[in-house]
């Protein structure tokens, strides 16, 4: 009873006007970011993050997760229609998808995507209901040195799945909790690493770090390359249902898509991305006959799709229930809660129980809109694809620059993005992947308190990690995943994996 009682509070916060308009808003935009390449849900919320100071805290949530999920169902569209993937766990869907296409079953997969979309948004959107509470108890019992632990696992997790260089992704993270240094000390009230600039005795600002090294260096990046021919294959409203045949074909794989990405998305690191591979790698293993897969095969489109949608879901788990967040968007998640003076973690659920099951129930709304969006609006989305990004780019870096400016009007923070622009450009010239350092970033400070205040409880003494049985298991965990990252073969096969997902 209490599930339902739970349920119809998030419904009741969920299904106000104002909360159903900005659920549409933030699916509107997801899709739209979706289908256009070189935007992304990354760039996109760091740029609207600004906004959430002046709206409810509910409503700012719902918006940018419908963004992110959003994006999901969109980038499948031009995938299939233009074998050019709008999201990045859209790339395996162009495999199949636009051979479809070409073979003029377009409209059917563009169905089974959609419609596996939802019935694995929803499913995702269960497990949270189901595994939200007891995660929640879980985090109730964790005292100082667990959430250490917890949180030095993470960070392992998100240097172990990031792409490139294993030393990059170490060595990006290490440079976020540095950065996560600045400003003063909880403790003493010493004053830090500022070099005598008063506007950072509170830190480094979250939104110039983010604003600048995801928004406008993806702007830079686009630009640097060649702009390509978008033609679309065109398809009518009429020929989007899928055929017997067709539908006896996916709904296995829709089944099995959305396991795996309800389960990987849990896992900190994990995402939609990764759930998409391993879905597609999961159906080619089951196949009768693999060798259609590359040729139009529709469980190539079924699988991955529910996949990265169920991961989309159920990778607010743990930043929901742990505070820990388990992908980049979480991140900016985590960031946006922070803006708004939330804690992210148990708390959430018991201090706010309006907020977190507010949530909840938006994503089933949100993904009820997604099917109504997409299937009737696919020749819209088309459309727009026709416009060149030299015409994109200056409304977007405006947007940056407004949101930074607008927040706070400060010379300092303007300062901090152009150095962060610049700073996250060079790094991705070199390889580095920005999204670990922002993980450590955010993890940092709250890493720096937990250790020193489980050493004053020990007075010194740092075996208080291995005497709780929380803390050691997870520390456990985490050596266990440095032996994972130094083994040749795992070392191998990973760079392999991330060699096909670019």
Not at 8 to 37: D, E, M, R, Y
Not at 140 to 154: A, E, H, K, T
Not at 222 to 245: C, G, H, M
Not at 491 to 496: F, T
Request: hydrophobic content about 55%; glycine content about 12%; proline content about 6%.
């Amino acid at each position: 009873m209490d599930a339902f009682s739970n349920l119809a509070t998030g419904f009741a916060a969920a299904a106000s006007f104002q909360n159903l308009g900005f659920a549409l808003i933030g699916c509107l935009l997801g899709t739209l970011i979706g289908v256009l390449p070189g935007i992304g849900p990354i760039p996109t919320i760091a740029m609207l993050l600004p906004i959430t100071f002046g709206l409810d805290p509910l409503s700012s949530l719902i918006m940018l997760a419908g963004i992110y999920y959003g994006a999901q169902y969109g980038g499948s569209t031009t995938s299939i229609l233009v074998n050019m993937p709008g999201e990045a766990s859209s790339v395996v869907t162009c495999m199949d998808g636009y051979q479809m296409a070409r073979k003029g079953r377009a409209g059917a997969a563009l169905s089974v995507a959609a419609l596996g979309s939802f019935f694995a948004g929803c499913v995702g959107t269960i497990f949270i209901a189901a595994f939200g509470p007891p995660l929640a108890a879980l985090a109730q019992q964790f005292n100082s040195p667990d959430y250490f632990s917890l949180m030095l696992l993470g960070l392992l997790m998100a240097v172990v799945l990031a792409h490139g260089s294993v030393i990059k992704a170490i060595a990006m993270v290490i440079v976020g909790l540095l950065f996560g240094l600045v400003g003063t000390d909880v403790n003493s009230g010493a004053v830090r690493y500022t070099f005598g600039v008063s506007e950072l005795w509170d830190g480094i600002d979250f939104l110039p770090m983010v604003i600048g090294m995801f928004g406008i260096v993806e702007i830079i990046r686009n630009l640097e390359e060649k702009e390509v021919d978008r033609t679309a294959i065109s398809t009518k409203f009429r020929d989007l249902w899928p055929s017997a045949s067709e539908f006896a074909q996916s709904w296995k794989p829709v089944l099995r898509g959305t396991a795996v990405g309800s389960i990987l998305g849990i896992l900190p690191g994990g995402g939609a991305v990764l759930a998409a591979f391993a879905a597609y790698t999961v159906e080619k293993k089951v196949a009768k006959d693999p060798s259609r897969f590359g040729k139009g095969a529709i469980e190539g489109v079924a699988g991955p799709e529910s996949a990265n949608n169920a991961a989309a879901q159920t990778s607010f788990i743990p930043l929901l229930t742990l505070g820990l967040p388990s992908n980049p968007i979480m991140a900016l998640m985590m960031g946006a809660m922070m803006i708004q003076g939330i804690q992210p973690g148990a708390a959430v659920m018991t201090s706010r129980p309006d907020l977190f099951w507010g949530m909840v129930a938006s994503m089933w709304i949100g993904n009820l809109m997604l099917v109504v969006i997409n299937l009737p609006m696919i020749g819209i989305w088309v459309k727009l694809l026709s416009i060149p990004y030299r015409y994109l780019y200056p409304a977007i870096l405006m947007f940056c620059v407004i949101g930074v400016y607008g927040t706070n009007a400060n010379a300092v923070m303007m300062i901090l993005t152009a150095v962060f622009a610049v700073f996250g450009y060079i790094m991705v010239r070199f390889g580095c992947e920005p999204a670990p350092m922002v993980l450590g970033f955010l993890l940092g400070p709250l890493m720096e308190e937990n250790l020193r205040r489980s050493l004053v409880l020990s007075r010194g003494d740092p075996m208080i990690f291995l005497q709780r049985p929380i803390s050691l298991t997870l520390l456990i965990c985490a050596l266990g995943l440095l032996l994972v990252i130094v083994l040749p073969n795992v070392r191998k096969s990973r760079e392999i994996a991330f060699q096909e997902g670019g």
